[in-house]
């Protein structure tokens, strides 16, 4: 389905990647038809669907943090057996996607910071300790 850009609407597009025009759309915290990515075109911070995204992304985060609170009670207090634990890597993979989708859609949100000495520095450490 190709992308129409509306302004403060939700639609369905590719997903951007690299230095594409779209990459100032914000990620929204749903998928649409078929689990494909939805983004956000506004340049309002408080429009109605940017605010619904932002309660829906700390619905989200809250979710997974009462998830954590169980599965820490459950494996500290219970013996579970091989379906329950089946059942709550399950919810804790999906809780892990909310979480990275919320982290993915803040992270294009942040300003791109100016190059400078301590950027440079942190970014060595990076490659150093980090990447492969």
Excluded at 52 to 63: R, T
Aim: net charge negative.
């Amino acid at each position: 389905m190709p992308f129409a850009r509306r302004r403060g609407r939700a639609a369905e597009a590719p997903e951007p990647a690299g230095e594409d025009p779209n990459d100032n759309l914000r990620l929204l915290p749903w998928t649409g038809e078929g689990g494909k990515p939805s983004y956000l075109s506004t340049d309002a911070e408080g429009s109605f669907l940017s605010r619904l995204a932002d309660n829906m992304e700390s619905v989200q985060l809250g979710m997974g943090r009462d998830l954590l609170d169980h599965v820490e009670t459950v494996l500290r207090e219970d013996q579970p057996g091989e379906a329950e634990l089946i059942g709550i890597v399950g919810h804790l993979c999906h809780a892990l996607r909310d979480a990275h989708r919320v982290a993915e859609s803040r992270g294009r949100r942040l300003p791109t910071p100016a190059p400078d000495t301590w950027s440079a520095a942190a970014d060595a450490v990076v490659e150093r300790e980090i990447a492969p």
